[in-house]
């Protein structure tokens, strides 16, 4: 991880101190985001055959920001971004001991993301494709279990659980279309790093983040 924040470092510097083209934007988009499997096995624990039956569904999230990108020629350049990003999952259970039916948790959690994307665009186009590192600053989350028994229904829900590590760092890749009226349109796929950690949470211990983004932007300059 230290490796992958010093990247990260070391390409925003070279963008604020690089004799190249600079461009600032704004930019909103959705996040469909989940987890990968459960391995408990992962952090010591018990292994359990019924977290097989754990299955992880996609759920709607947001992220809104700003980013700089440095134009080293025409068709390359490297962009840092600095997000405000919603992200979160939902666990679903047929059945928990044959006591609860339809069981499911779902979980949103709030993160600072500072992505530093190389960025290739394709001559004479608007086509460009962007592949690079993210680091993620959790904040806060918020999760919710219900399910239903012979009695009825059943649920609760829990504010700052703390279920992820303070920083993680995920890979981003995607691409888009570039307009020469400045508005911009992209789609990202991100996958989250199980990282080495002397505190395991559940988030990326156990599991890891997946995410689609589809993003709108207008570029000022």
Do not use: W
Not at 77 to 102: F, R
């Amino acid at each position: 991880m230290k490796r992958m924040i010093l990247l990260c470092v070391c390409a925003i510097i070279g963008l604020t101190q690089a004799q190249a083209q600079l461009s600032f934007g704004v930019k909103a988009g959705a996040n469909f985001s989940t987890i990968s499997k459960i391995n408990y096995s992962a952090g010591g624990g018990s292994d359990d055959s019924s977290i097989d039956l754990l299955k992880p569904k996609y759920v709607p999230g947001f992220h809104i920001g700003s980013y700089l990108r440095s134009n080293f020629t025409p068709s390359i350049g490297v962009q840092a971004e600095l997000l405000y990003s919603m992200m979160g999952y939902k666990l679903s259970m047929p059945m928990v001991e044959a006591l609860v039916k339809d069981a499911s948790i779902k979980s949103t959690m709030h993160y600072v993301d500072v992505p530093v994307l190389f960025n290739f665009t394709v001559p004479n186009t608007g086509l460009f494709f962007e592949l690079g590192p993210q680091l993620g600053l959790f904040l806060t989350d918020k999760g919710s279990v219900s399910g239903k028994t012979d009695e009825g229904s059943l649920g609760f829900t829990a504010k700052k659980l703390g279920q992820a590590a303070k920083l993680d760092v995920s890979a981003a890749a995607g691409l888009g279309y570039r307009l020469s009226s400045g508005i911009v349109f992209s789609a990202r796929y991100l996958y989250e790093f199980k990282t080495s950690s002397s505190d395991e949470y559940f988030i990326p211990t156990y599991a890891q983040k997946r995410c689609f983004q589809v993003s709108l932007a207008y570029e000022l300059f």
